[in-house]
Each structure stands twice: as structure tokens, then as C-alpha cells.
């Protein structure tokens, strides 16, 4: 996975170069070192500038004036304006600065590209990937709150991580570790929407944005090998579509679970026929499957709670194989009224229904995880660590309400400003990325480049949600690109079969690991409610469409996750003990 690290030093004393990176985790990784501290591995998707004493790591890309920045510049322009620089940047970065002294890391405004930091002394360890940091010492312990809060919503918000002493640099927010600590956030997400605007106005604006928005992040070097994750999807077809007009030949790649259980092939098949590009089929089953669940958690760091990542990062390694960039239409749901969003905007229509749940709790239930069976899932201990109003309060109900002294904005669209800020900033690319970045390719995601975020709150909800259908606007501005069969499609995304699954060998693995004992042990989660799910009976808590296989998923996870995190312990702290010896 390629990254960057360092270290911000004590007041007084020189930045000196990373020396972890011979953690397990980086093996067979050549790393290149800068002479002021910084030191980065992998090749595709990071750049390393020095320059007087200075040194500037760059893991994805930045632009600015529509053309790309490459790492020197971005050094020579950050030592006469420093952080200011930062607002005129897009593209999808995560970057760090020692100069003039100073140590600094930033992330781009929407937070495609990971970064984590711990104190250790008076020290301060930075890297795009928790893996180093543990190396260099931080401690595993997790964070008992910030795993519940992984439960329910699927992800940890930043600054927290699911380590206790890990902090991650929220997104579009700069920090300057050394030599005294300075934080500050860039331009936020505003909505602002265009009610007088037209739906076929509104959709050349889009299709104008998005097609410059997928020309600006294409590689510089015309022989760098682009393709593109293809689910047959809405979002991934435009994204493809755009880069074969822009004159790529990239080559499309689809999962396929088999011709027995539900899937996109069909209609990704469609798409690639239509476009003329080549089309690599990856065909997976449970046990593929559960051989990649262990390398996977290593990468991706952090809870697995949606288990089409495992997939991804296969098929991410297939095609690392081919190509050195890979595009993705991820990104797409937040700002366009992907899923979630219908059965939100019932709970805020009956909002004033006294049996009616708040609006919060509604969101919350929405994730389809373990919010409703907390009670009845955890052991009290870690039941009690987590702070269900702190959440909300904190983070749902600021973006759920209307902003004072605002014009009047519409709920669906302070609901798909919350996907943006809350899911799309802090998980779905950064999983994506992680997946990809484990096989040393380079992610492009012009779906959530900033200016296509930033129409998209433009965007009144009747030209998103039109009854039960989804993203008319975005579809608007791909029917000059793409078949009819696909822009009709009713929307169903590409879900991993874990129902079938667990009824053979993910059922086999999931009963190997959640023994009594283990889970006894753990004291994460009370063993009468992981027996249930394992026998699939029916939890008190399911009044609808029983989701027992995604509960017992969660469960399976969490407890992989927490051993994948003690085996990285283990093999730094051998490790450090060969390197002593």
C-alpha cells in the first residue's frame, strides 16, 4: 500500500527520517527517504520533493487552475503561502510538509486520501496508514466508544479511530504539529440550492462538471494503463463513459457471484459492449472470499462493515495487474440521492407522529447495523462506553437541522449534505482507496471531486428524488452516454450474497471464530445474542426484512478486526526486538 510517514520532533530538535518502515505490514515495499524527515513507499500514487532542507509527501493528486501540481511545486508554492495554499487546491490528497522548521499534514476538502497521527512523548508520528504508527509503537488499545460508534454507523468519524491514542486529521482540515500546534479547517460544504433552475439546465451543468472533472483527474502520461471499476450501475457506466470520450481505451472491471445468485453483470455487460472497451469478468465464491478477509482487514485498518470491500480489494489486485490508475464511480450516492434517502424523508414526513422515532435515531436505524440491538447485542461494559446522544449532538443533529440565518433548505437536501460530511468524507473512499492502494494503484473518484459536490448542493431534491426513483438528475447527464437498459434500471447496488454465503463456507469461518469461549473473552458482544444470529434465529428487534447474515457479518468482523490488529502488534514488537538485537 503506498504512503507516506514522519515525524514532527520535540521543540528544539531536528526532524530525523521515519525508521518504521520495516513494520511487517510495509514488507516488500522499497521506501524512499527524504533527508528533512519524510519518507514514503509505493510508486503509482505518491510523490516525494525535497528542496533546501525541505521535504513535501504527496499520496493521491492535487490540481490547481485545472492542471495538475506535481510535488515539487506544491513544496516550492507551500513555502510562500503555507497553509493558505491549501484552499486553492483540488483533486484528492493527502499530504505533508517539513519546512521552514515547521512540520505540517492536510487532507483535501472531502477527505478521499486517509492520515493518522499519535503522540508518543513529545513527539508526534504521522502516516497515511495506522499499520506504521503501530510499528512505531502505538499502543492497541481500542477505543471502546469509537468501535460502538463503528457498529451503528458503520465507520469511526474522524478525529477518533477504533485505536485509543490514533487520531485521524478530519477531512479538509490542516495541522501543524511542530513546532507548536496550529488547526484549522478548509472551505466547508455549503448548501445552496437553485430552485428556479430547470432539470435540463441543471443536468448540462452536471454533465459539463463531471466530464471536466474526470479530464483533470486522468494521468499526465498518455502511457500510464487507466481502467475502471464497472458494477453496471449508473455511476460507475457515466465515469466510464466520460473516460472513453475523453479518448482512453480503459478496461472495464466487474464482480460476478456466480450465475445462480443475484448480480449487475447484465447490465455492466451492456455498458461495456456499448462503449466498445475490454471487459474483465472476476468471478468470486465464499471461499475466495473468506481466503481474503485476513489481508484485507490489514489494509483497510479499520471495521469491515461493508463486505463488498473484500470483493473490491480482489479485484482491485486483478487489475493492478493491467493498469496503473483506476477509476471509480464511489462518491455518487451521497450528493445524488443514492440509497437511504426514501425512507428518511417518510420518517421526516411523519416526523410529528407521536409514536414517531426523532429524526436522528431515524438516521441512525438507517445504516441497517447494530443501532436498534445494542442493548440486547453488547456486553454492559462496552454497552455503557458509548454515548448515543453525544453522537447525535455532535455530529447528526448539526447537520440535520437547518442552518441558522440561512435561506430556507429543503430536508433532502440537509440529508444528503450529512451523506456527504458524515459517510462520504469519512468512509466510502477512504475504504475504496485503502482497497485499491494495497495493490499500489493509483484511485481517481470524479464523482467526488469537489465541484461536482459542490453542484450538486446547488440541486433541488425534485430534480434527485422523484417518487421511488433515484439520481434523475445524474441520470439526465448520462443519457447522451449510455444504454437505455441501464439509465431504467431500478437501482439495487452490488451487494455481497451473504445470506448464501453463510450457509456454506463464510457460515463455516463464522463458527470457527465466534465460539463461546472467544467471544466470552473478547467482551465485546453477549453470547446469547451471537448465538442467535449463527442459528439464524429471528432477533426481537427485526419488525421488517430480517437482516440476521448483516448482523452476524458485523459480529464476525469486529472480532477479525480485533485480531488483526493484535497479530500487527505482535509482529511489530518481534520486529522491534530483532531490530535490537
Not at 446522544?389 to 447537520?399: A, F, S, T
Not at 444470529?533 to 437482516?547: D, F, K, N
Request: aromatic letters at 6%.
Amino acid at each position: 500500500m503506498g504512503g507516506f510517514a514522519g515525524l514532527a520532533p520535540p521543540a528544539g530538535s531536528a526532524p530525523i527520517t521515519a525508521r518504521f518502515l520495516t513494520a511487517p505490514a510495509l514488507a516488500g515495499q522499497p521506501a524512499r527517504r527524504a533527508a528533512a524527515g519524510l519518507c514514503i513507499w509505493g510508486r503509482r500514487d505518491i510523490a516525494l520533493a525535497e528542496d533546501r532542507g525541505g521535504a513535501l509527501a504527496l499520496a493521491g493528486y492535487a490540481r490547481a487552475a485545472g492542471r495538475p501540481i506535481a510535488a515539487a511545486e506544491l513544496l516550492a508554492r507551500w513555502r510562500h503561502e503555507g497553509p493558505a495554499l491549501l484552499d486553492s487546491l483540488g483533486g484528492e490528497f493527502a499530504l505533508a510538509v517539513i519546512a521552514d522548521g515547521a512540520v505540517w499534514i492536510a487532507r483535501d476538502r472531502l477527505g478521499t486520501r486517509p492520515l493518522y497521527f499519535v503522540q508518543r512523548g513529545e513527539a508526534t508520528w504521522f502516516a497515511s496508514a495506522i499499520g506504521p504508527l503501530v510499528a512505531a509503537g502505538a499502543p492497541i488499545a481500542s477505543d471502546r466508544e469509537a468501535v460502538v460508534t463503528s457498529l451503528v454507523l458503520g465507520y469511526v468519524p474522524a478525529p477518533r479511530t477504533a485505536l485509543a491514542g490514533v487520531e485521524q486529521l478530519a477531512p479538509g482540515e490542516w495541522l501543524r504539529l511542530a513546532p507548536r500546534r496550529a488547526r484549522a479547517a478548509l472551505r466547508p460544504c455549503r448548501l445552496d440550492e437553485h430552485p428556479r433552475r430547470g432539470l435540463a439546465a441543471a443536468a448540462r451543468a452536471l454533465d459539463r462538471t463531471v466530464t471536466r472533472a474526470v479530464e483533470d483527474a486522468l494521468p499526465v502520461s498518455d502511457g500510464d494503463r487507466v481502467g475502471a471499476f464497472l458494477s453496471g450501475g449508473i455511476d460507475s457506466s457515466l465515469v466510464l463513459a466520460r473516460l472513453v470520450e475523453a479518448g482512453r481505451t480503459p478496461t472495464a472491471y466487474t464482480l460476478h457471484f456466480g450465475d445462480h445468485l443475484p448480480g449487475e453483470l447484465t447490465y455492466a455487460r451492456a455498458v461495456a459492449r456499448h462503449l466498445g472497451v475490454r471487459h474483465h469478468v472476476m468471478t468470486l465464491d465464499a471461499r475466495r472470499f473468506c481466503d481474503a478477509l485476513e489481508p484485507a482487514l490489514l489494509h483497510l485498518e479499520d471495521l469491515l462493515s461493508e463486505p463488498i470491500a473484500v470483493p473490491n480489494f480482489l479485484l482491485a489486485r486483478a487489475a493492478a495487474r493491467e493498469c496503473d490508475v483506476l477509476f471509480t464511480g464511489e462518491g455518487g450516492d451521497p450528493p445524488f440521492g443514492g440509497p437511504k434517502n426514501i425512507g428518511l424523508v417518510l420518517a421526516w414526513t411523519y416526523r410529528h407522529h407521536p409514536l414517531a422515532p426523532s429524526l436522528p435515531a431515524s438516521y441512525l436505524a438507517a445504516h441497517h447495523h447494530l443501532y436498534e440491538d445494542l442493548d440486547e447485542a453488547l456486553d454492559p461494559e462496552w454497552r455503557a462506553s458509548f454515548d448515543e446522544r453525544r453522537l447525535i449532538e455532535r455530529l447528526v443533529e448539526p447537520l440535520l437541522a437547518p442552518a441558522a440565518g440561512t435561506p430556507a433548505q429543503s430536508f433532502v437536501g440537509r440529508l444528503m449534505l450529512a451523506n456527504i460530511l458524515l459517510k462520504g468524507r469519512n468512509n466510502i473512499l477512504v475504504k475504496v482507496a485503502k482497497m485499491v492502494g494495497a495493490h499500489d494503484v493509483a484511485l481517481r473518484s470524479p464523482l467526488f471531486d469537489a465541484r461536482v459536490v459542490d453542484l450538486a448542493l446547488t440541486i433541488p431534491p425534485w430534480q434527485k428524488l422523484v417518487g421511488t426513483e433515484e439520481k434523475l438528475v445524474l441520470k439526465q447527464a448520462a443519457a447522451r452516454s449510455l444504454p437505455r437498459i441501464v439509465l431504467e434500471r431500478p437501482k439495487r447496488g452490488m451487494a455481497v450474497p451473504l445470506r448464501a454465503w453463510f450457509d456454506g463456507a463464510l457460515g463455516r469461518l463464522a463458527r470457527d471464530v465466534l465460539t463461546e469461549r472467544a467471544v466470552r473473552e473478547r467482551g465485546l458482544f453477549r453470547w446469547p445474542y451471537v448465538r442467535s444470529l449463527l442459528e439464524g434465529q429471528s432477533l426481537s428487534t427485526e419488525l421488517a426484512r430480517p437482516r440476521g447474515p448483516e448482523k452476524l457479518w458485523l459480529v464476525l468482523i469486529a472480532e477479525l478486526h480485533q485480531r488483526a490488529l493484535e497479530r500487527l502488534a505482535r509482529a511489530a514488537g518481534d520486529a522491534a526486538a530483532a531490530g535490537a538485537a
